[in-house]
């Protein structure tokens, strides 16, 4: 497989199979190649230092789209001592600050793929998500901000007071909503959605659920990279284990792949938060080996790395009734840390309920990270409804 088709399907046939869509999503991808800067395009000072990754190997800003959207880097944090625990065991990666329009984790992933949407002159955007998806959320603000049409392709998840909060954000930021039940029917609207676009002009740029393929997954190699650099400067002690929610699965396997590559021995433990596919060791692991292969290819600079079974792990006990379902453990950890961080019941609730629980079985010498990935920015609300398919008003007023 060449790089380019990496970073435009990220594994794609697997998740074809998984979400049960045939050859839809394959299709999308195949339509929607991830381009490439020019090996001249000038290295810009900004890069170098928002970017740990570019700053330890600058060749590689001049082969991959990358655009700030941020406050990148983000600080790290003490939090042992607001949960009761020993000060400095805990530690807080504050990565709900990348942006004061609209953070969060997906931020990361959005710095690449709307650079690559620019690079390629599209003029629009398709995404796919659960109806209070914070990908979602992040595409539409962000997207509307560099001057793209948003398109949001909606499937259901359990409604939640964040969920309204985020359906409202929506119509705030301007997307066009569509309703399709499930995750299957949303990628069958959205190659439709996407012929449609190209027929009126509108030049469709289509992104994955959750926003991970081979290309948005460096954003999370840049934030490993980040990590190392801040343990190096003093700034956070360098931790043994790293606490990170595991939903689609680009934001785990940036980092694994990036710790190793900084010859970092952090051992990464994702949360499962989903009941679907591709929360699953297997897919992380080729996920992270694929990204890093790809950018040994692009700088030979880069050391060559083997992504082992032993780098990292994946909880499953977490997870609950499913996709956004709340638990008591989940609901829980986020009121325990509440007056120091944001957190939702979805992620980062469920996963720092694992890193709790954890710390509190470990030696009081072993440093653990949590990887806050949720949004804490406040961002606008629409005051109404007035845009949304009937099919969720209908499901607002249960």
């Not at 990666?93 to 690449?112: A, C, F, I, Q, W």
């Not at 998806?133 to 964040?162: I, M, R, W």
Request: hydrophobic share 40%; proline share 4%.
């Amino acid at each position: 497989m060449s790089r380019r088709v990496f970073l435009a399907t990220g594994g794609i046939v697997l998740g074809v199979l998984a979400a049960g869509s045939g050859g839809v999503g394959y299709m999308l991808h195949k339509l929607n190649r991830i381009g490439r800067r020019s090996n001249d395009f000038p290295t810009t000072e900004d890069m170098l230092s928002r970017s740990a990754l570019f700053r330890s190997y600058p060749d590689l800003a001049r082969h991959i789209p990358w655009i700030s959207l941020g406050d990148i880097p983000t600080p790290v944090e003490e939090l042992g001592s607001a949960v009761g625990m020993t000060k400095g065991k805990l530690w807080v990666k504050r990565d709900d600050l990348t942006s004061p329009v609209y953070g969060g984790n997906k931020v990361r992933k959005l710095e690449y793929l709307l650079a690559d949407a620019a690079l390629r002159g599209r003029k629009s955007l398709i995404t796919i998500g659960g109806l209070g998806s914070n990908h979602a959320l992040a595409t539409a603000v962000h997207g509307y901000q560099k001057g793209f049409e948003v398109h949001l392709c909606l499937f259901d998840q359990p409604f939640s007071k964040y969920v309204r909060r985020n359906l409202a954000g929506f119509l705030a930021a301007g997307a066009k909503i569509h309703y399709c039940y499930n995750l299957k029917e949303a990628y069958k609207y959205a190659r439709k959605l996407f012929k449609d676009l190209q027929k009126q002009d509108k030049s469709p740029y289509f992104i994955l659920s959750g926003g991970t393929c081979g290309l948005s997954n460096v954003g999370h190699v840049n934030a490993a990279m980040e990590v190392a650099r801040q343990v190096k400067d003093g700034l956070l002690p360098a931790p043994e284990k790293l606490f990170v929610a595991a939903g689609t699965c680009g934001t785990i396997s940036g980092l694994i792949a990036g710790l190793k590559i900084a010859g970092m021995s952090t051992r990464v433990v994702g949360v499962k938060v989903v009941d679907s596919f591709p929360a699953y060791p297997y897919i992380i692991r080729y996920y992270a080996q694929k990204v890093a292969d790809y950018l040994r290819k692009s700088d030979r600079n880069i050391p060559k790395v083997k992504i082992e079974k032993s780098d990292f792990e994946l909880l499953t006990e977490y997870l609950g009734g499913g996709y956004g379902v709340i638990t008591d453990e989940g609901k829980s950890a986020v009121n325990r840390v509440s007056e120091k961080i944001s957190l939702e019941t979805t992620y980062t609730g469920k996963t720092l309920a694992a890193c709790l629980d954890y710390c509190e079985k470990t030696s009081a010498e072993e440093k653990i990270l949590f990887w806050n990935s949720y949004n804490s920015a406040e961002f606008e609300q629409s005051l109404n409804y007035d845009g949304l398919p009937e099919e969720i008003i209908q499901k607002l007023s249960l």
